[in-house]
């Protein structure tokens, strides 16, 4: 009993050959398929080049867009002393004037008419068919004076100027240091081609950050801070 059924499990038994060929080819094949899953990855370092791409091409995107909106300006005149001053740092608001009209009493910041290369900082003080005329120190907006709430270095008391009529898409504009700007007293009315915006924050020097004053400016009557 015990002599026939050992014969029997040596007759059908595999050849260990056998079971060792079978053995390896499926150690072969796994091997294999593991490699291909390998060789589908992408290597590490394409992945950090990728993301480095991504995030380069992210932040030039938003860059452009803020520019488009906002743009930091650095005071280099003293035009508009004693309320702005040389060396300080604003951010313009380049939308302001998309969306809407300038205001009499409003900081702009527009280029140059005599040379777009460089850009001054005024107040507008007169708007399309305004008449304006300075009598000794006051401005004269259509025959009414103009009050002016905010600081200024004022003109000497024999200062004439005018009458001057604002002509459409254009403006007036004058620093507040009366004496020693460049404005439209000399380079004559603005184009609203030129603007660039509306002054809107100062950052520098950072004792001095805060939103930009502007006034709401009408001949004849009480000038009062712009919302």
């Given at each position: 009993?015990t002599?026939?059924?050992?014969?029997?499990?040596?007759?059908?038994?595999?050849?260990?050959?056998?079971?060792?060929?079978?053995?390896?080819?499926?150690?072969?094949?796994?091997?294999?398929?593991?490699?291909?899953?390998?060789?589908?990855?992408?290597?590490?370092?394409?992945?950090?080049?990728?993301?480095?791409?991504?995030t380069?091409?992210?932040?030039?995107?938003?860059?452009?867009?803020?520019?488009?909106?906002?743009?930091?300006?650095?005071?280099?005149?003293?035009?508009?002393?004693?309320?702005?001053?040389?060396?300080?740092?604003?951010?313009?608001?380049?939308?302001?004037?998309?969306?809407?009209?300038?205001?009499?009493?409003?900081?702009?910041?527009?280029?140059?008419?005599?040379?777009?290369?460089?850009?001054?900082?005024?107040?507008?003080?007169?708007?399309?068919?305004d008449?304006?005329?300075?009598?000794?120190?006051?401005?004269?907006?259509n025959?009414?004076?103009?009050?002016?709430?905010?600081?200024?270095?004022?003109?000497?008391?024999?200062?004439?100027?005018?009458?001057?009529?604002?002509?459409?898409?254009?403006?007036?504009?004058?620093?507040?240091?009366?004496?020693?700007?460049?404005?439209?007293?000399?380079?004559?009315?603005?184009?609203?081609?030129?603007?660039?915006?509306?002054?809107?924050?100062?950052?520098?020097?950072?004792?001095?950050?805060?939103?930009?004053?502007?006034?709401?400016?009408?001949?004849?009557?009480?000038?009062?801070?712009?919302?």
């Amino acid at each position: 009993m015990t002599e026939t059924t050992e014969n029997a499990r040596e007759e059908f038994a595999l050849p260990a050959e056998y079971v060792l060929s079978r053995e390896s080819g499926a150690a072969t094949v796994a091997n294999a398929g593991e490699a291909d899953r390998v060789g589908d990855e992408p290597s590490m370092t394409w992945l950090l080049l990728r993301e480095l791409v991504e995030t380069v091409v992210l932040s030039l995107v938003i860059f452009l867009l803020i520019r488009q909106v906002v743009q930091n300006y650095r005071i280099e005149s003293h035009s508009m002393e004693p309320n702005f001053y040389e060396g300080q740092f604003i951010l313009v608001n380049k939308l302001a004037y998309k969306l809407g009209a300038p205001q009499r009493g409003d900081v702009i910041v527009f280029h140059n008419p005599n040379n777009t290369d460089e850009d001054y900082i005024k107040r507008v003080i007169g708007l399309p068919g305004d008449t304006v005329e300075i009598l000794n120190q006051s401005v004269l907006i259509n025959g009414e004076v103009l009050t002016e709430p905010y600081d200024m270095n004022e003109m000497r008391p024999d200062t004439y100027f005018g009458p001057y009529l604002v002509t459409p898409d254009h403006l007036f504009v004058m620093g507040d240091n009366r004496p020693n700007s460049k404005d439209s007293r000399s380079f004559g009315e603005l184009s609203s081609a030129l603007i660039v915006g509306k002054a809107w924050v100062r950052v520098w020097p950072i004792t001095e950050f805060g939103r930009v004053m502007h006034y709401q400016l009408e001949p004849g009557a009480t000038a009062q801070a712009a919302p």
